[in-house]
């Protein structure tokens, strides 16, 4: 029997005719678990988090897993064991990392709508540093913070403006975007940061965008930060950290983006160049962490010939999978069980009652009804993004580990979806 690997993810494979993720036949999931259903592989996530420990080895580096990728409680765990913190954007995401049992002192709070009930909550648990992200935010958490007798630690979000090249919805550091303090203002935003009693300057810290797939961004970035750091410091405000966020991307469809370590080695060397090698250095990847190590599983429920195009419908839909709907994104989609059978084109749809609700235009496929598909590159913003639409139940997750499969998430149900509803008398 032969095992061919999937380009760009190396944990699943065909032996021969029959998916696999690590040691698990895809099939024999869909049989136990049902569907739709996501399968992560834990070595897969593991695999993508050593590249980045490989490129900061030796160095006092510090990574905060961006959790809003995948936040389910069994992929927190598996990142907080690594040795990972977190990158968070709400206070519900805090009460996430709180039931993993991590470490206040490990999470960083980004995200341009900060409430001051969620400082008030971060600052009582002795989080590890808010990245504030406009001047009005200061002077709000500064009140907080002096309100409950506190001092908050903090780094100002920079807004770099340099092109990521990628989606314009998931492009965050251009000067048209609502992220981070422009770029000509931050000296400022430091001196003013730098004078309130509630405020303890700690850091800087910038997020272009996500899925960059190439590195000029980044080393440009790199650059424009630099430059600030030293203007900030010859100003007096000392940086103990230098927050460098995440974005970067991942292959869906034969993209190319540079290996983490590679990028981190140049873009440590001009840290190092600059005379900066000794501070503290942070990074937020989401992305890059769990984009390839999950897939959807999804079975076929109809094949509709159609006068311009066939349908192939099944049972995940945008509710489960929106970044087709969302950004037009590309995921690949596979066989669970390879067939000797002719191919045909397809639009693979799901059941939802909108145009929208695609998941792949035009992919050859043979199927039937009751095969099963594997949707790739799943891991990252789909089981966070899903929704109940349709009231369709989120789907169910298991966390594949070697031979062992842990059913992580339960099928959500109608009776789950309606609990917190009341009638009216
Ligand atoms: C979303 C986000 C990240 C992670 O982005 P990825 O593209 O998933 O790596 C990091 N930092 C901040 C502030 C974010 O909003």
Not at 386 to 395: D, E, I, L
Request: proline share 5%.
């Amino acid at each position: 029997m032969t095992t061919s690997t999937l380009p760009g993810h190396p944990h699943f494979s065909y032996r021969g005719d029959a998916l696999f993720a690590e040691d698990v036949a895809v099939s024999r999931l869909a049989a136990e678990f049902g569907t739709p259903l996501f399968v992560y592989s834990k070595a897969s996530m593991l695999d993508a988090l050593a590249a980045y420990q490989r490129g900061f080895e030796g160095r006092a580096a510090k990574i905060c897993y961006a959790m809003k990728a995948n936040s389910s409680l069994a992929i927190l765990q598996v990142f907080a064991r690594a040795g990972c913190g977190f990158d968070i954007v709400s206070g519900g995401e805090l009460e996430r990392v709180l039931a993993v049992g991590g470490a206040p002192s490990d999470i960083i709070f980004s995200g341009v709508g900060k409430t001051r009930a969620e400082m008030q909550r971060a600052l009582a648990l002795g989080i590890g540093c808010f990245n504030v992200e406009s001047e009005p935010e200061l002077d709000v958490l500064n009140a907080v913070a002096v309100a409950a007798g506190k001092v908050a630690p903090v780094s100002i979000r920079v807004n770099p403006d340099v092109d990521p090249k990628t989606h314009p919805y998931i492009s965050t550091g251009l000067k048209g975007n609502k992220f981070g303090v422009a770029h000509d203002r931050t000296l400022a935003a430091y001196r003013h940061a730098a004078a309130l009693p509630g405020l303890k300057v700690v850091g800087i810290d910038c997020h272009i965008g996500s899925q960059i797939t190439t590195e000029a961004p980044y080393l440009d970035t790199m650059d424009r930060m630099l430059d600030l750091v030293q203007a900030i410091e010859s100003a007096g405000i000392a940086l103990k950290h230098i927050d460098f966020g995440g974005g970067l991307g991942i292959s869906y469809n034969g993209d190319q983006p540079p290996q983490a370590d590679a990028l981190w080695h140049k873009l440590l060397a001009k840290v190092d160049a600059r005379g900066f090698g000794d501070r503290q250095l942070m990074i937020e990847p989401g992305r890059s962490l769990v984009g390839n190590a999950g897939l959807c599983l999804t079975e076929v429920l109809y094949l509709k010939p159609g006068e311009s195009k066939n349908f192939c419908i099944v049972d995940a839909a945008m509710n489960d999978l929106p970044r087709p709907a969302m950004y037009q994104a590309f995921h690949a989609i596979v066989p669970a069980q390879r067939s000797t059978g002719t191919p045909h084109t397809y639009d693979v749809v799901g059941p939802v009652c909108e145009s929208g609700d695609w998941i792949g235009r035009d992919r050859e496929l043979a199927v039937e009804p009751g095969s099963h598909l594997a949707v790739l590159s799943a891991g990252a913003y789909c089981m966070s993004m899903a929704s109940n639409y349709n009231t369709r139940g989120r789907a169910a997750e298991v966390l594949v580990d070697g031979t062992s499969a842990t059913l992580i998430r339960e099928r959500e149900t109608p009776a789950d979806q309606m609990r917190s509803e009341r009638l009216v008398s």
